[in-house]
């Protein structure tokens, strides 16, 4: 990976809302950004791991009808 991908690769990000139905496209991003790296599987379960415990340990309510 040149060194403009692997800075541009730092940059990436995105919010996802805190439910498990957003977990798959937390991996489908990572992997579609990551297309080519040789570190992209190993991203992409990190992120998954991250996701899952993320939306696990959530604080709060459950989302309302108008979140989903």
């Known amino acids: 990976m040149s060194r403009a991908a692997a800075e541009a690769a730092a940059r990436y990000q995105r919010t996802f809302h805190g439910r498990a139905d957003q977990i798959s496209q937390v991996r489908r991003e990572v992997a579609s950004y990551l297309a080519g ?32």
Request: aromatic content about 0%.
């Open 37 to 68: 790296c040789p570190a992209a599987d190993e991203a992409v379960l990190i992120a998954s791991e991250l996701a899952a415990n993320s939306v696990s340990h959530r604080a709060g309510p459950d989302p309302g009808p108008g979140d989903r």
